[in-house]
């Protein structure tokens, strides 16, 4: 069965949507591992900062399904599909990894392209799986975060009980 891996992130009352959507995951899933939770600017806006994690799950289905299921998570938490692609969130969430699966088309672009460019997305994963080899550089994300990870320290952990 596939390994899921979700980029989760919000900065509109981040503790309180992250806390709803990381339940939702709880009762949609059996077993749900989850990163440090990270906060950090927001990218390609002026906004608040972000609170960033990252979640893993298995799930069978096709990757359309789950796409499907996050989407329907977020529209719980009152995400707005319609906002700007740069803009607040009440919550996001984004698959980055399907288990060892490429696939880069109108619909679905996994590994997601942006995992190596933002450390919100790569330092958590790299905290969860450092040992996970990425299926298209053939490294583990350790070695990825040792080459991609932003030398700038835009990002600092947060605790949260879920």
């Given at each position: ?14 503790e309180?949507n ?14 749900v591992?989850?990163?440090?939770v990270?906060e950090?600017p ?9 609170y960033?994690?990252v ?5 069978d ?13 977020e529209?719980?938490c009152?995400r707005?599909?319609?906002?700007p ?7 996001d ?12 088309d109108?619909?679905?672009?996994l ?6 460019k933002?450390?919100f997305?790569l ?39 879920f």
């Amino acid at each position: 069965m596939p390994k899921v891996y979700v980029s989760i992130g919000s900065n509109i009352n981040r503790e309180v949507n992250l806390q709803l959507a990381i339940t939702t995951l709880r009762e949609r899933y059996e077993s749900v591992e989850l990163s440090p939770v990270y906060e950090t600017p927001s990218v390609g806006f002026d906004g608040d900062p972000f609170y960033n994690l990252v979640a893993g799950f298995e799930d069978d289905r096709p990757v359309e399904s789950v796409i499907q299921t996050l989407q329907d998570i977020e529209a719980g938490c009152g995400r707005d599909r319609s906002a700007p692609k740069f803009g607040s969130r009440s919550i996001d969430l984004d698959i980055i990894l399907y288990g060892d699966l490429i696939r880069h088309d109108e619909s679905v672009r996994l590994p997601r392209p942006e995992l190596l460019k933002y450390n919100f997305m790569l330092k958590p994963l790299v905290d969860l799986v450092p040992h996970l080899v990425h299926p298209e550089l053939n490294k583990t994300l350790a070695e990825c975060g040792i080459e991609y990870l932003s030398s700038t320290l835009d990002y600092r952990e947060i605790e949260i009980e879920f």
